[in-house]
């Protein structure tokens, strides 16, 4: 990619306003450039969206928040109100409520190793709580060997070395008198956790962010580690406000949102990115057969592997990390739930119920069917912009599910079917949710699909050192001037994600191919 370092102010096009590509755009107003962002939808944030009915309000994308330093950054370096003076966030304690097949429950406190420990020894005993300190002990040295790779960098030019060595420094296994070192998960909870509840508890971590646990690779340890070294957090009236701060503070720097809007090409002279072509009505000049056209220098794209069918060329060379397609990855299952009645005092932010069948959860990866008993996060916030009165509570339930290219979500009654199952499993932690119910929601893959353009409606997991790794193209590409922004590029999904590859992608704009990630 041979682009040079940007001098004065560029025209920039950014294809869509997901949160990746937000924070790329607020970061390159700031440095003196023109961006304009065209979203196909009437509004911002992709996934991160919130459902208003009757008074009630329910994120139904992420429902916490981890590595708020990314988004703290970000506001640091495009003005001068930081994050906390734009959004409220709240660290969440217990980081959640666990609810094992077997009945058994556990509260894992928030960022705390040693009250992690403590607790899980006391509801599992046996040792557990040390078995999964040590654990998060080894998961630290596997952050510590990819955080700067995998999530500070641009993706280096020899990505193959990633995919080398496994980082998780596992114990060594004596088993038919061979001594082996785990290399997935679910090896990891086999034989270094040696409990099937520990080994649910960490399955639970792979499947929320859409990763299979038997076949992710040992370093997937640092999707837990993450959460007790950082925290989780919650944005006082719903994730989306965080979506809502960073759109306010692209207008505050004069980016301009154009929306209804799509980019349907991207053009190109002498293998370098000249502009785009516009569907949906919005203003420019008169391209070829009538097309909508605007000037552009530079251009943030996402999806990287639709890009090959808008750009002369090909996009990703030989030797790079090729996009996947979409739908191999799996979607979510969103329930809403308006209740009545008060939440019950001191009630977990988050409730984890495990599936007491967790092999056949895995035919959702293996066979594109959706469990029967699925593992279900239940988030019900202690927020008032949530709900109509202290009468009332909204509830959202998330399962791990087929994209809608590998099962019909849409035929009759299916979605409903799988919900039931849903709350079945969420009446193990709240025994009277039925009866509780006003109305309820259901959103599938396939509302995922329309809302992000995601294939299948696909949820993006998070880039993962290791040879049975997971690696997403790299911000930049063959064509000069264009880049990919979001959760299927690198450093792939999952809010703090976003924030990365939009970070990343302001410096290689701005820097250029020298740029070499934060310090």
């Known amino acids: 990619m041979a682009v040079a370092k940007v001098a004065g102010m560029a025209r920039i ?7 990746g590509a937000m924070a790329a755009a607020a970061r390159l107003a700031v440095a003196g450039h023109r961006v304009v962002v065209y979203e196909r939808t009437d509004t911002y944030g992709g996934a991160v969206r919130r459902l208003e009915r009757d008074g009630f309000g329910f994120d139904t994308g992420p429902g916490l928040l981890t590595l708020p330093a990314v ?64 654990f998060l002990v080894r998961a630290r040295e596997a952050w510590d060997r990819t955080r700067r790779p995998l999530l500070e960098e641009p993706l280096w030019s020899d990505w193959r070395v990633l995919a080398d060595k496994e980082p998780y420094p596992a114990v060594p296994h004596k088993r038919l008198l061979r001594t082996r070192r785990a290399a997935t998960l679910a090896e990891i909870g086999a034989w270094e956790l040696r409990d099937p509840r520990l080994a649910a508890l960490l399955a639970g971590y792979a499947l929320a962010h859409g990763v299979d646990p038997a076949s992710a690779p040992a370093s997937a340890a640092v999707l837990p580690y993450m959460e007790h070294a950082f925290g989780t957090w919650y944005v006082r009236g719903g994730i989306r406000e965080l979506a809502r701060a960073v759109y306010e503070r692209c207008l505050a720097r004069r980016v301009e949102f ?60 030989a030797g790079t990390v090729a996009p996947r397609p979409e739908d191999r990855f799996p979607g979510r299952m969103v329930v809403c739930l308006a209740l009545r009645g008060a939440r019950e005092p001191g009630a977990a932010h988050r409730t984890v119920v495990h599936s007491a069948d967790a092999e056949g959860e895995l035919d959702l990866f293996r066979h594109g069917t959706p469990p029967q008993l699925p593992t279900v996060r239940i988030d019900r916030p202690d927020d008032p912009a949530l709900r109509p009165d202290d009468a009332h509570e909204s509830m959202v339930l998330t399962a791990t599910v087929p994209a809608a290219t590998r099962y019909d979500w849409g035929a009759p009654g299916v979605a409903d079917a799988f919900a039931e199952r849903m709350i079945t499993a969420a009446e193990r932690a709240v025994p009277d949710l039925r009866e509780r119910t006003l109305w309820r929601e259901v959103r599938t893959p396939l509302d995922t699909a329309r809302e992000t353009g995601a294939t299948g409606g696909a949820v993006p997991p998070p880039a993962l050192a290791a040879p049975q790794g997971v690696l997403h193209p790299a911000n930049g590409t063959a064509v000069a001037g264009l880049f990919g922004v979001g959760g299927w590029s690198h450093p792939g999904g999952g809010l703090p994600h976003a924030g990365m590859s939009g970070a990343l992608v302001a410096g290689l704009v701005v820097e250029g191919p020298d740029f070499r990630g934060s310090q």
């Open 13 to 19: 096009a950014v294809m869509g306003a997901g949160m």
């Open 258 to 317: 154009v929306f209804g809007t799509e980019i349907t090409r991207i053009l190109t002279e002498d293998g370098r990115v000249t502009g785009v072509e516009l569907g949906g009505g919005a203003s420019g000049a008169s391209g070829p057969a009538g097309a909508t056209v605007a000037e552009a220098e530079f251009v943030v794209g996402a999806e990287p592997w639709r890009l090959g069918g808008q750009v002369a060329g090909t996009p990703y060379g």
């Open 71 to 134: 988004y703290r950054d970000l506001f640091v370096k495009t003005g001068k109100e930081p994050l906390e003076e734009c959004v409220e966030l709240v660290q969440v304690d217990p980081s959640a409520r666990h609810v094992f097949a077997d009945g058994t429950e556990v509260a894992l406190p928030n960022a705390s190793r040693a009250g992690v420990v403590a607790a899980l020894d006391e509801a599992l005993g046996g040792g557990a709580g040390a078995r999964w300190g040590d």
